[in-house]
């Protein structure tokens, strides 16, 4: 008899839901900071890896790495670009000399009509704070629109959360966020 049950246990866990997890390819975040008034820049950062873990064909799970090297700027070019990076890429913004990369690890996840609202714990200057966002699974396609506050993660360069006084100085705390991927 025991070997019976064991037989059918086996089986039954062989047939059973079993998590796959799938490697992210081609991931990319389009980023946006504004200042008060109504200039802004743009740019991109790689996802380096990730995966996403699904039962059946519900997300279960997921993580995501970014290499912050790769920053770019889109809305300037030469010269102009590259002193943006820089400064962005400085102890100013996100010490990417100490902190290389940005992670998400997924924590929470519930299935909508549309996708999934998920809660991930983001990591940035080593800092980790809970954020929850809406991704969209089309086929192999993923998209996510946030925004994350950037005092949250000590990111104080002009930042009305820190200084007094900045006029339109200030940088806005909210930086604009959209991913997208394939798996």
């Given amino acids: 008899m025991r070997t019976i049950t064991a037989i059918l246990a086996t089986t039954l866990l062989s047939f059973g839901l079993s998590a796959q997890t799938t490697p992210i390819t081609n991931g990319i975040i389009n980023w946006k900071g504004s200042k008060i008034t109504t200039d802004s820049h743009t740019g991109t950062l790689d996802i380096s890896e ?27 070019s030469g010269k102009s670009a590259a002193r943006l990076v820089g400064h962005l890429k400085s102890d100013d913004f996100f010490g990417v000399a100490e902190h290389t990369t940005a992670s998400l690890t997924f924590t929470s996840i519930e299935a909508t009509g549309t996708g999934y609202t998920v809660t991930g714990d983001f990591t940035i200057r080593g800092i980790t ?6 991704l969209k699974i089309d086929g192999n396609k993923g998209t996510a629109n946030l925004e994350i506050d950037r005092s949250k993660y000590n990111v104080k360069y002009r ?23 394939t798996y």
């Avoid at 699904?54 to 290499?67: I, K, N, P, R, Y």
């Avoid at 009305?160 to 991927?181: M, P, Q, T």
């Fill in 129 to 134: 704070n809970a954020e929850t966002f809406e």
């Fill in 50 to 76: 990730g995966t996403l873990t699904f039962e059946a064909d519900a997300l279960v799970g997921g993580s995501f790495t970014v290499d912050m090297n790769t920053m770019v700027c889109t809305d300037l």
């Fill in 159 to 181: 930042s009305g959360s820190f200084f007094e006084n900045l006029g339109d100085k200030l940088i806005n705390d909210e930086l604009k966020l959209r991913v997208s991927f």
